[in-house]
């Protein structure tokens, strides 16, 4: 049996986070009564005049910055003209052409399993406008919800020939896609609410041949891991197809959650003939050098470079560092941690460990929380400086994430110090010690596991305040050691 290469290309729509849609003041919102959010421009009445929205063109300029796109100074919106009932209309808006759209010639790296990264090239990154939804009535028959008519979409298509060659790595385009659009505040990046939807197109051909297979498009895909196994069993059923010497159908398929298979929803005769031609109701655009280098300066540090600066600078694991850049502002809430003095590792240790599970727990942001970036970068110091142990620093936290009460002043009033006195300690490893025979026994016969247990008595004789490796020093003398 031949071995075959797979192939996939990714169409990703994205809904844009306005106020209101493309073309006119309706609102943009998810759900709702059907046809409550429409007015004669985006019903497509005779007369009406469209305006296009300055805050979702400025969108998908920054979203083409970041994915390292050339940016088309001069672009223009086209009609794609074709009759369905979810377009009032009888045109889409869109921007047809390969230097014409907003962004072209991009890229966008990815994370390899094994280490590394790759680079996943980028066609177009455009901006268009979202259809209509067709219902199915419960009484039979069906009917038309213009609400999400009209709403602008943003539109990034990879390139050709494809980058990404399996299952893995489509799932990881689209993490990073994602990461990057809610990064950016363009997108919320909900997969299965359809404000982010993905289209691959996967097609194999045996190993060492030149010509790329026929595609097949995959719909329906609501999650990363339905794009996984979608493509997945996609290049799979094209094998067994090819295995058998059948042909693979160009055609687009959906994707069944429930039974994980894909099935026919339409077979692609021909390339359909939009005519697509320049909105004459839409003036052409122009961009000029200076706004466009303004905007790609004020971008944010996006998570793969911001996860590469924290390697670098702070030492951190791999896992710390992707849990702290898998969101803007915990990310940011590190940063002013750190810039206020706070130790790096402890911070982050605090932050991906206890104070990632209170803010689980009571579902609040960190910024929300009554620990703020000051209160982290005070405990972390009085970690460091060996005023408090790591269990009194937890139970600090825990204190803190109530009351909002400031860590020092906590260790202060109730007496939390860290104990390193010798003579102290010493004192309470002899009582331990003289209290309990038996464990000590045991400990001498060569059963040294009990040592943890005995120094866990000294600790809880103390408050938790002894210094915990002094503990274990003074105990290990104090049984002879
Ligand atoms: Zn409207």
């Known amino acids: 049996m031949p071995r075959y290469l797979t192939s996939v290309g990714m169409e990703v729509h994205a809904e844009l986070l306005t106020q209101s849609k493309m073309f006119c003041r309706c609102a943009v919102a998810f759900g709702g009564e059907p046809n409550t959010r429409v007015c004669p421009v985006c019903l497509g009445m005779p007369g009406t005049l469209p305006v296009p929205n300055k805050a979702a063109i400025d969108m998908v300029l920054r979203t083409a910055l970041a994915l390292n ?125 359809g404000s982010m939807r993905c289209e691959p197109n996967i097609s194999i051909r045996p190993e060492g ?133 706070g130790d790096a590792q402890t911070v982050c240790n605090v932050m991906n460990g206890d104070l990632a599970k209170l803010l689980n727990e009571s579902g609040l942001e960190a910024f929300d929380s009554k620990v703020t970036p000051v209160h982290m970068a005070e405990l972390s110091k009085l970690v460091g400086s060996g005023t408090v142990n790591s269990k009194v620093a937890k139970d600090l936290l825990d204190q803190m994430f109530a009351t909002g009460e400031m860590p020092g002043k906590l260790v202060e009033e109730q007496g939390l110090s860290q104990v390193s006195d010798e003579a102290v300690i010493l004192d309470a490893v002899k009582t331990v010690v003289r209290d309990n025979p038996g464990p000590v026994g045991q400990y001498r016969a060569g059963k040294v596991g009990v040592i943890g247990f005995l120094v866990g008595q000294v600790m809880k004789a103390t408050g938790g305040r002894a210094n915990p490796s002094l503990v274990q020093e003074l105990m290990r003398k104090e049984l002879g050691e």
């Not at 268009?128 to 038309?144: A, I, M, Q, R």
């Not at 709403?151 to 385009?173: G, S, W």
């Not at 687009?252 to 099935?263: M, Q």
């Open 69 to 193: 796109c050339q940016i088309a100074y001069d672009s223009v919106f086209h009609r794609k003209n074709y009759f369905y009932p979810d377009l009032p209309k009888g045109y889409q808006v869109t921007q047809y052409g390969e230097t014409n759209p907003f962004g072209y010639k991009g890229w966008l790296e990815i994370p390899l399993k094994h280490g590394g990264t790759k680079r996943i090239h980028i066609r177009r990154v455009h901006l268009e406008e979202d259809t209509g939804k067709l219902l199915h009535l419960p009484g039979g028959g069906s009917g038309v919800d213009y609400n999400r008519a009209g709403v602008p979409l943003m539109e990034i298509v990879t390139d050709f020939p494809p980058d990404i060659e399996n299952p893995e790595e489509a799932r990881e385009y689209l993490v990073q896609l994602r990461a990057i659009l809610v990064w950016l505040g363009v997108c919320d990046g909900k997969m299965e609410e």
């Open 209 to 341: 041949s030149e010509t790329y297979g026929t595609k097949t498009e995959l719909k329906n895909l609501n999650s990363f891991r339905s794009v996984q196994l979608g493509v997945e069993f996609e290049a799979h059923r094209q094998a067994a197809l090819l295995d058998q010497g059948q042909t693979v159908t160009q055609e687009t398929r959906g994707w069944n959650e429930g039974t994980l298979t894909s099935f026919v929803m339409r077979v692609k005769e021909s390339e359909q003939d939009y005519r697509y031609f320049p909105d004459p109701d839409l003036i052409p655009m122009k961009f000029d050098t200076a706004e466009i280098e303004d905007m790609r300066k004020s971008l944010p540090e996006l998570p793969l470079a911001k996860a590469r600066r924290y390697q670098a600078a702070f030492s951190l694991s791999d896992e710390h560092v992707s849990q702290l850049t898998a969101d803007r502002s915990w990310a940011e809430y590190f940063e002013k941690a750190v810039a206020l003095g």
